[in-house]
T-cell receptor, first 114, second 112 residues
Framework: GENVEQHPSTLSVQEGDSAVIKCTYSDSASNYFPWYKQELGKRPQLIID?????GEKKDQRIAVTLNKTAKHFSLHITETQPEDSAVYFCAAVYVSGGYNKLIFGAGTRLAVHP | NAGVTQTPKFQVLKTGQSMTLQCAQDMNHNSMYWYRQDPGMGLRLIYYSASEGTTDKGEVPNGYNVSRLNKREFSLRLESAAPSQTSVYFC???????????FGPGTRLTVT
């Protein structure tokens, strides 16, 4: 069935280190992979996304890579800062009855320690 | 441009009571969604509406009903609330096809 697995569930790093979060998906027809950041008590907000026709996308300290053959994609945050502390969700689009819907991973709680 | 708005922000219900959560978007999006997020958990899709006039079940539809009132508004109804429905409810909207979903601020619901 429709499934997105996300690892790790928690991640603790020192300020300035890099953080990597990995996701796998099951539907080979998926072609859109967004990443959302959710701060405590706030709504999820898109931070970066990638489509299946590219293998990597970068935006300042954040990058996402996609391996369609292996059906996995990853979020990379470099030079982490305390304000990067949040829960991060990956997602993959699934086609259902001709319409697209997103299925989310379970989330990764990132803690960046000064 | 308010984006996605939800009412109420907080609600406490007794078991068996009913209520409707309201959602509206002003981005002219075709698709709208309702999710629930339990403490420390991810987002689970309850229902979605790919376009005005259509609704479909998501991952956890039991105990809920929805109405796509028009292109702007998508409501979620709990007919007989249960403690297991204590959660934060997020509404979202997106344009046509695979694209970013914009989330509302959420409704924190407690059922005692």
């Amino acid at each position: 069935g429709e499934n997105v697995e996300q690892h790790p569930s928690t991640l603790s790093v020192q300020e300035g280190d890099s953080a990597v979060i990995k996701c796998t998906y099951s539907d080979s027809a998926s072609n859109y992979f967004p990443w959302y950041k959710q701060e405590l008590g706030k709504r999820p907000q898109l931070i970066i996304d990638i489509r299946s026709n590219v293998g990597e996308k970068k935006d300042q300290r954040i990058a996402v890579t996609l391996n369609k053959t292996a059906k996995h994609f990853s979020l990379h945050i470099t030079e982490t800062q305390p304000e990067d502390s949040a829960v991060y969700f990956c997602a993959a689009v699934y086609v259902s009855g001709g319409y697209n819907k997103l299925i989310f991973g379970a989330g990764t709680r990132l803690a960046v320690h000064p | 441009n308010a984006g996605v708005t939800q009412t109420p922000k907080f609600q406490v219900l007794k078991t068996g009571q009913s209520m409707t959560l309201q959602c509206a978007q002003d981005m002219n999006h075709n698709s709208m969604y309702w999710y629930r997020q339990d403490p420390g958990m991810g987002l689970r899709l309850i229902y979605y509406s790919a376009s005005e006039g259509t609704t479909d079940k998501g991952e956890v539809p039991n105990g809920y009903n929805v109405s796509r009132l028009n292109k702007r508004e998508f409501s979620l109804r709990l007919e007989s609330a249960a403690p297991s429905q204590t959660s934060v409810y997020f509404c979202a909207s997106s344009g046509t096809g695979a694209s970013e979903q914009y989330f509302g601020p959420g409704t924190r619901l407690t059922v005692t």
